[in-house]
């Protein structure tokens, strides 16, 4: 059974980091673009984050103004976002998916983690 496995979720204060982790079972991800997507109440899922099979290419939203960073372990199965100077903006429910020929776009994402509450105080 293919699965994605998000943590490092939680309540942290505006300003503060977290690092979330995304592991990956049952398949090797290696050569797939994985992603992090990211849900709040009431809106639409929307990109967050991608990176290619070998590592060389990332993909952010705009605004993310260079506070995250994407990045991977192939030895691992494993993908990392880590955050820096969060905002209350930045509260949501953050997901993991992998295998899509477009990084951007949610629905070309064929797995996809359960996701991981990230809530962020001012």
């Known amino acids: 059974q293919v699965q994605l496995v998000e943590s490092g979720g939680g309540l942290v204060q505006a300003g503060g980091s977290l690092r979330l982790s995304c592991a990956g079972s049952?398949?090797?991800?290696?050569?797939?673009?994985m992603g992090w997507f990211r849900q709040a109440p009431g809106k639409e899922r929307e990109f967050v984050a991608a990176?290619?099979?070998?590592?060389?290419?990332?993909y952010y939203a705009d605004f993310m103004e260079g506070r995250f960073t994407i990045s991977r372990d192939n030895s691992k199965n494993t993908v990392y976002l880590q955050m820096n100077s969060l905002k209350p903006a930045d509260t949501a429910v953050y997901y993991c998916?992998?295998?899509?020929?477009?990084?951007?776009?949610?629905?070309?994402?064929?797995?996809w983690g359960q996701g991981t509450q990230v809530s962020v105080s001012s």
């Open positions: 998916a992998a295998d899509s020929m477009f990084p951007y776009n949610y629905r070309n994402y064929r797995y």
């Open positions: 990176i290619t099979g070998s590592g060389g290419r990332t």
């Open positions: 049952g398949r090797t991800f290696r050569t797939d673009t």
